[in-house]
């Protein structure tokens, strides 16, 4: 297991958790699949946890995703979501983006980079907060075009409250953000979901799926859709070439947003990987 950075640390910080119903996350219901003597039964809703990576790397701090916002139920009420997906954190409570970065003593201004795996609500709600005159805010080029489209409030998961104005440096395709940090391109969910590729110098690589895959039910093989996928083709392409990395370099995945996972992560502040 090597890492091009060998004082590098990451940290996962809890971001909101959503409930809903589990079926906008595996198609056909997955863990929520019935039978016909169950047809009638209510449909089973679960947790939806959300997160973020800070990495602490020796050339700056770089963030990944930012999770849901404080005033969810505002902000979501134009688009119906407060009623599917609604936070079950406190809103004046912890576990929320800001609250983890205080926890660790830092604000946004003291992350160097922002990188978003894509536009969606409950990824780069809080996206606005790092424009500040010094965070580089990354997101791909596919993604930022297709957002820029949009007309209204929003369209589908994109709100476009959420990122308009801001001043983007967009990459395309695979890209090293840092010795040992990488962006995989991994569209289907979005036009330009990224994955996370971290390589620390001690328990090797960590790849952050974000939601080209949201659960370990969704993995497989073979993988099972979701309900919420731009292009299924692209998506299972993207989910393969996840696989092969992970094949290749041993890497642990961390899915987007899978509650039984959740419960095995060290989260900030306590909890550190190295």
């Given at each position: 297991?090597?890492?091009?950075a060998?004082?590098?640390?990451?940290?996962?910080?809890?971001?909101?958790?959503?409930?809903?119903?589990?079926t906008?996350?595996?198609?056909?219901g997955?863990?929520?699949?019935?039978?016909?003597h169950?047809?009638?039964?209510?449909v089973?809703?679960?947790?939806?946890p959300?997160?973020?990576?800070?990495?602490?790397?020796?050339?700056?701090?770089?963030?990944?995703?930012?999770?849901?916002?404080?005033?969810?139920?505002?902000?979501?009420a134009?688009?119906g979501f407060?009623?599917?997906?609604?936070?079950r954190?406190?809103?004046?409570g912890?576990g929320?983006?800001?609250?983890?970065?205080?926890?660790l003593?830092?604000?946004?201004?003291?992350?160097?980079i922002?990188?978003?795996?894509?536009?969606?609500f409950?990824?780069?709600?809080?996206?606005?907060d790092?424009?500040?005159?010094?965070?580089?805010?990354?997101?791909?080029?596919k993604?930022l075009e297709g957002?820029?489209?949009i007309d209204?409030?929003?369209?589908?998961?994109?709100?476009?409250g959420?990122?308009?104005?801001l001043?983007?440096?967009?990459?395309?395709?695979d890209?090293?953000?840092?010795?040992?940090?990488?962006v995989?391109?991994?569209?289907?969910?979005?036009?330009?979901?990224?994955?996370?590729?971290?390589?620390?110098?001690?328990?090797?690589?960590?790849?952050?799926?974000?939601d080209?895959?949201?659960?370990?039910?969704?993995?497989?093989?073979?993988?099972?859709?979701?309900?919420?996928?731009?292009d299924?083709?692209?998506?299972?392409?993207?989910?393969?070439?996840?696989?092969?990395?992970?094949?290749?370099?041993?890497?642990?995945?961390?899915?987007?947003h899978?509650?039984?996972?959740a419960?095995?992560?060290?989260?900030?502040?306590?909890?550190v990987?190295?």
């Open positions: 297991m090597t890492g091009n060998p004082d590098m640390k990451l940290h996962v910080l809890s971001t909101g958790v959503m409930e809903t119903d589990l906008w996350l595996l198609l056909k997955g863990r929520t699949i019935r039978d016909r169950h047809k009638d039964d209510p089973v809703w679960g947790d939806c959300t997160h973020a990576v800070l990495i602490e790397h020796p050339e700056g701090r770089v963030l990944w995703d930012t999770g849901v916002p404080r005033d969810w139920q505002e902000r979501w134009p688009t407060h009623d599917f997906f609604p936070v954190e406190a809103i004046d912890p929320y983006l800001d609250s983890s970065l205080a926890e003593e830092l604000a946004p201004e003291d992350i160097d922002l990188v978003l795996s894509h536009l969606h409950d990824h780069a709600a809080n996206a606005r790092f424009a500040n005159g010094k965070t580089r805010i990354i997101v791909n080029d993604e957002a820029r489209k209204g409030y929003s369209a589908g998961a994109h709100i476009v959420d990122y308009q104005g001043d983007f440096e967009t990459v395309s395709g890209v090293d953000i840092l010795p040992g940090v990488s995989i391109e991994t569209p289907g969910h979005t036009w330009g979901t990224m994955s996370l590729k971290v390589d620390l110098p001690e328990e090797g690589t960590k790849l952050f799926t974000s080209a895959v949201y659960l370990s039910d969704s993995w497989g093989p073979p993988a099972v859709g979701a309900a919420i996928v731009w299924n083709l692209r998506w299972l392409e993207s989910v393969e070439k996840l696989r092969g990395i992970a094949e290749k370099t041993g890497a642990e995945v961390i899915f987007g899978d509650a039984e996972q419960k095995g992560l060290r989260y900030a502040p306590e909890g990987y190295r």
